[in-house]
Structures are given as structure tokens and as C-alpha cells.
T-cell receptor, first 110, second 114 residues
């Protein structure tokens, strides 16, 4: 099946780290993605990881991939109020279409 | 501005009406998509066109008909609108020739069917 699961909500204090988790199903995905959706806007690609990598770091963002468990996570260091948004993980499997996760709403409070 | 644009941003209409949503991208991309995001924020692909040809057609009622007059435009026409069609519809596009499928999204069209 094409179920990409995420927890629905995460609330963190400003300055703390946030970790958003995702479980995907299709092990043939070449790339796995994290998209961000700010209120009232479309999605924007935040970062991605190639499936033969375990980790990718991009400034405050760290992506961890555990292929054996089909688990993907996004860590945001020093979380800011501007990071408040919905975060979607996505896979493609062996097709061209993106299968999005259920989305995690991150709320950052001062 | 180079971007994916959609019109209208908001659309409120009665059940049974027919409506269209327009999408244009000036990014020079070959592939365009329509997604539906429901009230719980679940996002599902509906259609994908590559260079004016339909390549993905998910299980969508045939009241929904995409039309691509050229590779920069992908419009969505919906006949006989139903309450369950209320959602935010996103258009997206992706560049050719890359294995990494980065998609660029429009701002969305919020459709409310009364």
C-alpha cells in the first residue's frame, strides 16, 4: 500500500530542537523528501535525501534515513517561530508521482 | 516573477455548478500536476501531464477533466460540483531531465461548494 505515516502534531519551545518522524512503505524510492507548507500557501521543498545515504545535513536541518525500518526523520536545530508550519515527508517509489505523508503540524512557542 | 500561479485563489459555488481553475507556470517545466488537499491536510495527487500529455490519472471521478493547451498551462474543469469537492487544489510543476522529483507548488485554490 501507499501509506506514508507521520504524527499529526508537534509542539516545541523556541530554541529547542524539533524532530519530525515519518514511516514510509516503498523501499524502491530513490529519493525521500521533506516539504514545508506555511499557512495559506503551497508546499515548498525543504530538503531531500538520496536513498543510499544515511544522513544529510543542511544548515539547521538534519535528515536521517533508516532504510531497514523505512523510517525518515527531520531534525530542526534551534527551532524558530518562523519554522511553525506543516511538514510533509514524501516518497516516489518507482513512479514519477509523489506520495505525501499525512503531515505534521509544528507549533513553536516562545 | 518566475512561479506557478493559480486563479482564482478562492472559489465559492453552489452544488451542481461547473467551474474551472487555471494554472500557469513560467519556469519552463515540462511536467505539471494537480493535487487535492482536504480539510485534514491530506494531500493526494489527481493528475499529471508531461508536455501536454496525460501521464498520471489517479482514481478521480470523471467529473474532473484536466486540460493542457500548452506545456505552461494545466487547467482543471469540474462538472456537477458536489459538497465533497470542497478542498484546496494545488497545481505544481517539475523540471525535465532530473531523477530528483522536485515539485514547485502554486499558492492553491480554495474551493467551497455550498
Amino acid at each position: 500500500g501507499e501509506d506514508v505515516e507521520q504524527s499529526l502534531f508537534l509542539s516545541v519551545r523556541e530554541g529547542d530542537s524539533s524532530v519530525i518522524n515519518c514511516t514510509y512503505t516503498d523501499s524502491s524510492s530513490t529519493y525521500l523528501y521533506w516539504y514545508k507548507q506555511e499557512p495559506g500557501a503551497g508546499l515548498q521543498l525543504l530538503t531531500y535525501i538520496f536513498s543510499n545515504m544515511d544522513m544529510k545535513q543542511d544548515q539547521r536541518l538534519t535528515v536521517l534515513l533508516n532504510k531497514k525500518d523505512k523510517h525518515l526523520s527531520l531534525r530542526i536545530a534551534d527551532t524558530q517561530t518562523g519554522d511553525s508550519a506543516i511538514y510533509f515527508c514524501a516518497e516516489t517509489g518507482n513512479t514519477d508521482k509523489l506520495i505525501f505523508g499525512t503531515g505534521t503540524r509544528l507549533q513553536v512557542f516562545p | 516573477d518566475t512561479a506557478v500561479s493559480q486563479t482564482p485563489k478562492y472559489l465559492v459555488t453552489q452544488m451542481g455548478n461547473d467551474k474551472s481553475i487555471k494554472c500557469e507556470q513560467n519556469l519552463g517545466h515540462d511536467t505539471m500536476y494537480w493535487y487535492k488537499q482536504d480539510s485534514k491536510k491530506f494531500l493526494k495527487i489527481m493528475f499529471s501531464y508531461n508536455n501536454k500529455e496525460l501521464i498520471i490519472n489517479e482514481t478521480v471521478p470523471n467529473r474532473f477533466s484536466p486540460k493542457s493547451p500548452d506545456k505552461a498551462h494545466l487547467n482543471l474543469h469540474i462538472n456537477s460540483l458536489e459538497l465533497g469537492d470542497s478542498a484546496v487544489y494545488f497545481c505544481a510543476s517539475s523540471p525535465p531531465g532530473t531523477s530528483m522529483n522536485e515539485q514547485f507548488f502554486g499558492p492553491g485554490t480554495r474551493l467551497t461548494v455550498l
